[in-house]
């Protein structure tokens, strides 16, 4: 299929549709997630389509159903790569006696469930499902961060949120994103969540990125942490090896779940 051709019926899929996913179109076309990436910012230069994270929306729809999603829907998606990403986040927990930030995300969610190990961690998360998952573990000293709670995310935000991060000095900062590119690094839709990250990401001795490939390659309207600040990305093994090699090259250390 040519280019023209794939384009005319991701067009078409996303008037069918309304939205459609990087993952399932590069299936469906038996090409790259890159190929599908460039595709849908083609589209978008003529007004076809309204790139989001992991795809491309209608450009028809509101800004609201055009960005960001309730924490309901978001957890669904992606599912086992996600899962994968939290079990293989655990090996960058820190030795006892050490600590560790859960940023709110259904990626960081999964992450925060596959913590087993019985070693003596403080534990500090703004998300209330993290929290409620965290509390059950025996030997954990757990902190959860306060603010104004945003519903669609269920996480605290706000300038008490920043002002108590920016108080902590955390071991490891498990971290998810909403955008990942070399130009702006990790991006999310909300600048209050922005800045939380941000806070989050300042306070951390090391900056562990959770991030399904579907994030690749994909802006969102604030960047929160440009690569600079990243010191490892954990994804799932969809991820583009170009997309890999890129960011090995700025000396991020890749792992794949």
């Known amino acids: 299929m040519y280019a023209a051709e ?23 076309f038996d090409v790259t997630g890159e190929t599908i990436r460039r595709d849908l910012a083609a589209l978008e230069r003529t007004g076809h389509v309204h790139r989001v ?116 000095r955390i071991s490891v900062a498990f971290v998810g994103t909403n955008g990942l590119s070399a130009r702006h690094g990790c991006s999310t839709p909300d600048p209050d969540e922005a800045a939380v990250k941000s806070a989050i990401v300042a306070c951390a001795n090391r900056v562990v990125v959770l991030a399904d490939s579907s994030k690749f390659n994909s802006d969102e309207l604030v960047s929160f942490a440009p690569l600079s600040e990243v010191d490892v990305i954990v994804t799932d093994s969809d991820a583009d090896p170009a997309d890999i090699a890129r960011l090995t090259e700025q000396g991020i250390e890749v792992v794949t779940a």
Do not use: C, M, W
């Open 53 to 168: 994270h992991g795809g491309a929306v209608d450009p028809g729809l509101t800004t609201l159903d055009a960005g960001e999603r309730p924490l309901t829907q978001r957890i669904t998606e992606h599912s086992e790569a996600k899962i994968a990403i939290g079990i293989a986040a655990q090996q960058f927990l820190p030795t006892a006696g050490g600590s560790v930030f859960f940023d709110a995300g259904t990626t960081t969610y999964q992450a925060a469930r596959a913590l087993t190990d019985p070693r003596e961690l403080t534990l500090a998360t703004n998300a209330l499902g993290i929290a409620a998952t965290l509390a059950k573990l025996p030997a954990v000293n757990l902190h959860l961060i306060g603010g104004r709670l945003r519903g669609l995310t269920q996480a605290s935000v706000g300038a008490d949120t920043v002002a108590a991060i920016a108080k902590l």
């Open 6 to 28: 794939r384009h005319e019926a991701i067009a078409g899929a996303v008037r069918e549709h309304g939205r459609v996913s990087v993952l399932d179109l590069a299936a469906q």
